[in-house]
């Protein structure tokens, strides 16, 4: 089992000298190794209403970073990934820099990323949850009358948005745009794969209590057009984790993920557009410790 604790000191932004940076996501960057591989640094940056907030969170990105290898590991017989088995000292020489960055990178494959965001529901809440009362269906998909707020859904359901950049929001799609996207062959694999590594998680998850209400997934595509898990896996980032002896139907339930900043920053004056309010201590540290316990509960004894 990992330490839990924060090795590297709290990181809103990486600034590697030794690679060129190729890109800045909300929460990871991305660093050019060579031409058949990249580096993805996770930072501790935190996202709320699609503005990053100028706080990072302590030991967030070491605990995305732990939960995606460990998903990445478990789900290798349902869909190949983008890690490689290179070592960080390989590609970093200075100590000093890759110590900043040990417990919060990977390496791993450069691949074409495909331009959809493969989101699989399991329980009916947020945007799913406003949809299905106005109009009985989700993304489209028609679900049973008298389903209450976090009620578990008949089946996983498939419900994809776009990839927005930074700053945007992602927007709903339906299955036949994603079939007019990325062709008729690789829409089927993404549902099916998708749903497949929801069903895994959750079925594990939901024995460590934990329950995963819903997840996204990016995939890509290799050289030889096969479709590859990449980005992260299954992180409270990019899922809604919720603790399974808390979980009540009715209600939004309490979680893992930064609903919990999501829900301050609701009570406070600001008009949720940049620049993000700064975070008071108490915020930070609950934040962080609840991003602790969804490691904490994942990893095996």
């Known amino acids: 089992m990992p330490n839990l604790l924060p090795v590297s000191p709290p990181m809103r932004e ?17 660093y050019a190794v060579d031409e058949n591989a990249m580096l993805i640094v996770t930072t501790d940056r935190l996202s709320a209403f699609d503005v990053i907030l100028p706080d990072p969170i302590p030991g967030k990105g ?8 460990f998903w990445f590991a478990q789900t290798a017989h349902i869909v190949p990934n983008h890690l490689t088995n290179r070592d960080l000292s390989e590609i970093i020489s200075d100590p000093a820099e890759r110590a900043l960055i040990a417990d919060r990178s990977l390496i791993v494959r450069r ?6 965001e493969a989101v699989v529901r399991g329980y009916l809440i947020g945007s799913g949850w406003k949809d299905y009362q106005q109009t009985g269906s989700v993304c489209g998909i ?6 209450r707020q976090a009620d578990k859904l008949p089946a996983p359901i498939f419900t994809p ?13 339906n299955f036949d745009q994603v079939v007019q996207t990325v062709g008729a062959e690789l829409a089927g694999q993404i549902r099916s794969t998708a749903i497949a590594l929801y069903e895994f998680a959750a079925a594990y998850a939901l024995e460590r209590g934990i329950i995963i209400a819903d997840t996204k997934f990016e995939f890509g595509v290799d050289a030889a057009g096969r479709l590859v898990l990449i980005d992260e896996a299954l992180t409270p980032d990019s899922s809604r984790f919720w603790p399974v002896d808390t ?9 893992f993920d930064k609903q919990f900043v999501r829900d301050y920053l609701e009570t ?9 309010p700064k975070l008071p201590a108490e915020i930070l540290q609950r934040t962080s410790e609840k991003y602790q316990e969804a490691l904490r509960r994942l990893m095996p004894a």
Not at 62 to 69: C, H, N
Not at 111 to 116: D, R
Not at 162 to 173: C, L, S, Y
């Open 161 to 173: 948005t776009t990839k927005a950049p930074v700053g945007t929001h992602d927007e709903n799609i």
């Open 111 to 116: 691949l074409k990323a495909l331009p959809i």
């Open 142 to 147: 028609q679900l049973p009358a008298g389903l």
């Open 14 to 30: 990486s600034n590697l000298k030794s690679l060129t940076r190729l890109h800045q996501g909300k929460v990871r960057d991305l």
């Open 268 to 276: 406070l004056d600001w008009n949720k557009r940049a620049p993000g």
């Open 62 to 69: 070491r605990a995305l970073t732990e939960i995606s290898k």
């Open 247 to 255: 979980y009540q139907p009715g209600s939004s339930p309490p979680s």
